[in-house]
């Protein structure tokens, strides 16, 4: 399919192009992808906190979604359904990273790459700085409570959505929640507002590359 055609077919709803996707037009699979990886760039990066990897994780998971599409049954929306498989893909290679290696004391540093045009030099890195520093707050919190802080505070999903995402019960989102927001300083997340988003970019040329290596990764292979 080309360019135009998809690019024609950005209003369908996630059903909708699910259930072109299952009849043959396999190329709108791109739409969801596009229109989801930031939101499974943050969530598997909070768990993981390592760039290239959550890369890696989010091409398995949406291989894994597309091979198992004939089985989301809309009894939840679509992207808690997605996340749900990034999660288990994410928190399965955790595991796997703690069992076979030897995690550092130091984490690595994650340079933030926050730009607004219509910033002047200073406030563009007085910006910068400060998204790394609710950056760094987050990804010190335990993963528990950095999963349910991203689907909530950052995505702005529901109680009822992060816990499908989660395959925890609400009270637990709950609990997590109010939790988390205690161990991030109360006054961090003031000061940083609507931006929050902002702090954990995913931009373009790794969209694409994610999309890329998901078909490469699909070849011939049909949902089932």
């Known amino acids: 399919m080309e360019l135009l055609e998809i690019t024609g077919c950005q209003s369908f709803t996630d059903e909708e192009v699910v259930e072109r996707v299952l009849a043959g037009e396999t190329a709108l699979y791109e739409i969801l992808m596009r229109r989801y990886n930031q939101r499974l760039y943050r969530l598997v990066r909070a768990i993981l906190r390592d760039d290239s990897e959550a890369e890696d994780v989010m091409q398995d998971a949406y291989v894994r979604a597309y091979q198992h599409l004939a089985q989301f049954e809309n009894r939840a929306p679509f992207a808690a359904w997605l996340s749900r498989i990034a999660v288990h893909e994410a928190l399965t290679r955790l ?124 070849g011939a292979t049909a949902p089932v």
């Open 95 to 218: 595991r796997r990273r703690q069992r076979t290696d030897q995690l550092d004391a130091e984490d690595a540093e994650y340079p933030m790459h926050v730009t607004d045009s219509s910033l002047n030099p200073e406030e563009r890195a007085s910006h910068a700085e400060f998204a790394r520093m609710l950056e760094d707050a987050i990804l010190a919190l335990p993963a528990d409570y950095r999963t349910v802080l991203m689907l909530r505070d950052v995505e702005e999903l529901s109680t009822a959505e992060t816990a499908a995402a989660l395959s925890i019960s609400e009270a637990n989102v709950k609990v997590r929640l109010l939790r988390g927001r205690a161990k991030l300083r109360r006054k961090l997340f003031e000061r940083v507002g609507s931006s929050a988003a902002s702090a954990f970019p995913f931009m373009g040329e790794r969209c694409d590359r994610v999309v890329a290596g998901v078909f490469a990764k699909l």
